[in-house]
């Protein structure tokens, strides 16, 4: 079983830039997809980055490719994702996740708060 535990977030203005960080904890496989999801308000929660412990493989949603980078340092079962030129859109809660399906994680973490002021 897996516990992830996001940091990173908060204010900041349209054009900025913030880096979140996942730290796992407990059993984690080489074989699964680590990423993040977020929730605006309103709106639906939806896949934003993905990348796996092992291989070279990543995935972006279109809404952040060119902008977001996600990473991953196994020695600290860590996973970043640094998040540049935002927008006010990109306001939402990031969850780190964690499973063997990048579209559909069976761990979650307890989410941390972007807010992009316009």
């Known amino acids: 079983q897996v516990q992830l535990v996001e940091s990173g977030g908060g204010l900041v203005q349209a054009g900025g830039s913030l880096r979140l960080s996942c730290v796992a904890s407990g059993r984690t496989f080489s074989s699964y997809s680590m990423g993040w999801f977020r929730q605006a308000p309103g709106k639906e929660r939806e896949f934003v980055a993905a990348i796996r412990w092992s291989g070279s493989n990543t995935y972006y949603a279109d809404s952040v490719k060119g902008r977001f980078t996600i990473s991953r340092d196994n020695a600290k079962n860590t996973v970043y994702l640094q998040m540049n030129n935002l927008k006010p859109e990109d306001t939402a809660v990031y969850y780190c996740?964690?499973?063997?399906?990048?579209?559909?994680?069976?761990?979650w973490g307890q989410g941390t708060q972007v807010t992009v002021s316009s």
């Open positions: 996740t964690s499973g063997p399906i990048r579209t559909n994680p069976n761990y």
